[in-house]
């Protein structure tokens, strides 16, 4: 087989590149090792950065996302038996969020493709790229039902995650690999009640963070920081439910408690690999960098990083390497940025094992300024709703 781009896995970057490339007259295969149902289901971020929102309506796919997603004008930081307001909109001449869960921008992507007659298959298995230092790299798998690909691509695009098999592939001491585990994780769970607030509320308390998001008008997503050996089977519902009571617990303010349909445990870290490249294979998304997930920044990098991509390719194909060229640091700017964002959200918020009073003490100083500093507010701001 021959295609311009192959593409390796089909999460939110894969599948809006896949997009994006057709958009340009540009042919692409992806390749994914899990079901369609999976990656439709996989719970995972929530939150769009505004300039993400933009990107997608721009690029035809918000249909759904303009019904269903739930504009959000600020956060709530609570701490010290108070919630304060922070109003982006204010501080950021209008910018916003929108609250439109990763599941459903992966089912419009699938969609669109497959409506478009785009060349997704899943459940693939021995997925291989190989000559990827040459110009016609090739990639490799097994399809559902027990044939072989070999497609000879101009360019592989590595969208397949952390865990994928992409970045392996450059050869050793090509990448310069930059980590920092937390020593703490997020018990996350989707729950079948309505939000008990109409914002996202991030509370630091003495017994740990917690987040209270939301999917719809009719699902709650909430989260509590948990070591990260924690095991999920000693936290039952009732746990749960128990500990997000007394961390977000304010008087006149009651928490609603509805069934749990899904639970799990994140590990927190921080990783930058770079760069983001190596001869024809480009790396986007959760393949080349990982953040916390406090700062909401996952999923906006990799749909950032897509939309720099698209163009680059475009180019490359055409017999311009200028934006290719300048690829990953165009991109590492931005991962960067975010990165910080996040460890200084993430190490704000959390309680640290073995924290002793001068360590809250500074917590609690760092969020007084932010509640009370336009400056300092203007800038989680900034950060937050993206650029």
């Not at 919630?83 to 992966?106: I, K, N, S």
């Not at 291989?128 to 497609?151: E, H, K, N």
């Not at 079948?192 to 509370?203: H, M």
Request: glycine share 8%.
């Amino acid at each position: 087989m021959r295609t311009q781009v192959g593409i390796v896995g089909a999460g939110p970057a894969g599948l809006l590149l896949s997009h994006l490339l057709a958009l340009r007259g540009i042919e692409s295969v992806v390749a994914e090792v899990r079901s369609r149902g999976h990656c439709e289901a996989r719970q995972r971020a929530g939150v769009l950065e505004d300039s993400s929102v933009r990107l997608l309506r721009e690029a035809g796919l918000a249909d759904r996302l303009d019904r269903l997603g739930l504009e959000h004008g600020g956060i709530y930081l609570q701490f010290a038996g108070q919630r304060r307001h922070l109003d982006f909109r204010d501080l950021t001449g209008g910018r916003t969020v929108t609250v439109y869960a990763q599941t459903e921008v992966v089912k419009d992507l699938i969609a669109k493709r497959l409506a478009a007659g785009g060349a997704v298959d899943f459940e693939v298995t021995g997925t291989v790229v190989d000559r990827l230092d040459t110009d016609r790299p090739v990639l490799s798998y097994t399809r559902a039902d027990g044939s072989t690909a070999q497609i000879v691509c101009d360019v592989i695009a590595g969208c397949d995650g952390f865990h994928g098999i992409c970045r392996p592939a450059m050869p050793d001491g090509v990448a310069t690999i930059r980590e920092r585990e937390y020593p703490y994780a997020w018990l996350g769970i989707l729950a079948d009640v309505p939000p008990s607030t109409d914002e996202l509320i991030y509370a630091y308390h003495s017994r740990g963070f917690a987040l209270h998001s939301m999917r719809s008008p009719t699902l709650s997503r909430l989260y509590l920081q948990v070591d990260p050996d924690t095991s999920i089977e000693n936290w039952p519902d009732e746990r749960i439910w128990d500990e997000l009571q007394q961390r977000f617990a304010l008087p006149g303010w009651d928490l609603r408690q509805g069934p749990v349909l899904d639970k799990n445990i994140t590990p927190m870290r921080s990783f930058v690999s770079t760069p983001m490249r190596y001869g024809r294979l480009f790396l986007a998304g959760d393949a080349a960098h990982i953040v916390p997930p406090t700062g909401a920044k996952g999923l906006n990098l990799a749909l950032a990083d897509v939309a720099v991509l698209a163009p680059a390719l475009d180019g490359l194909l055409r017999g311009d390497s200028r934006l290719a060229d300048e690829y990953s640091a165009t991109c590492l700017e931005r991962v960067w940025r975010a990165t910080h964002f996040s460890w200084w959200m993430t190490t704000m918020l959390h309680r640290s094992p073995g924290a002793d009073d001068m360590e809250t003490e500074l917590q609690l100083s760092q969020l007084r300024y932010v509640t009370t500093s336009r400056a300092a507010a203007t800038s989680l701001a900034e950060n937050y709703t993206g650029y």
